[in-house]
């Protein structure tokens, strides 16, 4: 199991990562990370919220694109150790658990985030109150899942436990479609040089503020998790049928 003054490495620091370092590192963990953008590592150990790596990790967080995160988890768990945890960030999670069966795995997503980018948009805060959902596998180890359900007391978050299964179904009409509707409607905007900024207020631009988010990951995010998103537009466009009917 974890605690303050156990070293925690987490692989990909980019919005949640970075931001998962500054928390861990507020609460006294002693964090280190890596990134393929050398330039976000070297901007975490100057704010210091990451320490120059060691291979002596009690716990691997992954957050990295749901896909890639596949490739490293199962590299990372090649490792003998019965003590390592490995848990990851990634949105989607039938992929990875349909991918991965070892009992020191645990599948998390945290329902946190913002539309800004690395490292600017890193916050130690941004996981305070907010659920922190665990997909564990029947085999997964109770040590295991203890470990991650510590580190994620730890940054202020509450811990939900879900299968797979529902946890992608859910998410598609709280995280993912909310998303494709942003994007949707930003790309309404006209193009004809029509000054259009005059009458945009609150409504449009907090109906729109996810759309900034990173795109090339969240296309990723969108085509794994397609049928579960498709279903809710089905059903979107069905009550806005009815609604233009009346």
Not at 118 to 139: E, V, Y
Request: charged content about 15%; hydrophobic content about 45%.
């Amino acid at each position: 199991m974890t605690s303050p003054n156990s070293r925690v490495h987490i692989i990909g620091l980019g919005l949640l990562g970075g931001s998962l370092a500054a928390a861990l590192t507020r609460a006294g963990y002693v964090v280190s990370g890596s990134d393929l953008d050398a330039s976000l590592v070297d901007a975490a150990l100057a704010q210091g919220i990451v320490v120059p790596r060691s291979d002596d990790a009690d716990l691997v967080v992954v957050a990295t694109s749901p896909l890639s995160s596949i490739d490293i988890i199962r590299d990372i768990l090649t490792d003998a150790n019965p003590h390592l945890v490995v848990t990851d960030l990634a949105s989607v999670k039938v992929p990875l658990c349909d991918a991965i069966s070892d009992p020191r795995y645990v599948p998390g997503h945290p329902m946190a985030g913002s539309a800004l980018r690395a490292p600017a948009g890193w916050d130690a805060t941004m996981f305070s109150d907010a659920s922190w959902i665990l997909t564990p596998h029947t085999d997964t180890s109770a040590s295991a899942i203890a470990a991650v359900e510590e580190i994620v007391a730890a940054v202020g978050a509450r811990v939900h436990h879900s299968d797979a299964v529902t946890h992608d179904r859910l998410v598609a009409l709280t995280s993912h479609l909310p998303y494709v509707l942003a994007v949707g409607l930003r790309s309404l905007l006209p193009t004809d040089g029509t000054q259009v900024e005059p009458f945009i207020g609150p409504a449009f631009r907090g109906a729109t503020r996810v759309a900034d988010a990173n795109p090339e990951l969240f296309s990723e995010i969108v085509a794994l998790n397609r049928d579960a998103i498709d279903s809710y537009v089905a059903q979107l466009t069905q009550l806005l049928g009815r609604h233009a009917e009346s």
